[in-house]
């Protein structure tokens, strides 16, 4: 009883090493022919390369066997392509629900105190008093008829509880009818913001 299915068998692996060598020899003929006439043609090796890589490929998909001994080991490696897929996809999402939740996250604006200090002459200071708060590309702009402005007004950044300072010297105007400061800075979501402080005369 189980020496028809081993004959069948055998007479079919038979027939498929027949037609495989009958496949070869048409492969090896037309490739014969082909390379000839790319060699009249004086043609890049690499031609010839690919030709018999095609050749190959082509006798791989035709010839049961060889079709399953290549392709089946290559599928072998698709479903390990496919974890390393999904796992930098969800790395990404990830990455990018954090970036997400970071700019809509809810900004601590600055407060801005502007001062003479104290047993310095004609020096200032500039106090961001929001804790917590990010102030970046801070810079002060005045007028020049209110006070004379004598170093820079722009510094990288002043943070909450940090102070930055400059150097200015009040004018008659400003003696008399006070000095207005606008303060411009930049938070940690990228946005311009800016903030008007006036200092009165009686201050002074």
Sequence with gaps: MTEEPTSKTSRGGVLEQTIAGVIVLAIGAVAAWVFGLLSEAKVSIWVYVAGIVAAGVFATLVYAPWRRAVWGNVAKWRPLTTVRT??????????????????????????????????????????????????????????????????????????????????????????????????????????????NYSHESDRF
């Design 86 to 195: 999904l796992e930098r996809a969800k790395a990404e999402g990830r990455a990018e629900a954090e970036a997400d939740r970071k700019k809509h996250k809810p900004s601590i604006r600055a407060q801005w105190f502007i001062y003479p200090v104290k047993d310095e002459q004609h020096m200032w200071g500039l106090m961001n008093t929001a804790k917590g708060s990010i102030a970046k590309d801070v810079s002060v702009h005045v007028s020049n008829s209110e006070i004379k402005i004598g170093s820079a007004l722009d510094w990288p950044e002043v943070n909450g509880g940090d102070t930055a300072k400059f150097m200015g010297g009040i004018t008659g105007n400003g003696h008399r009818y006070g000095v207005d400061f606008t303060v411009a800075w930049t938070n940690e979501h990228g946005e311009r913001l800016s903030a």
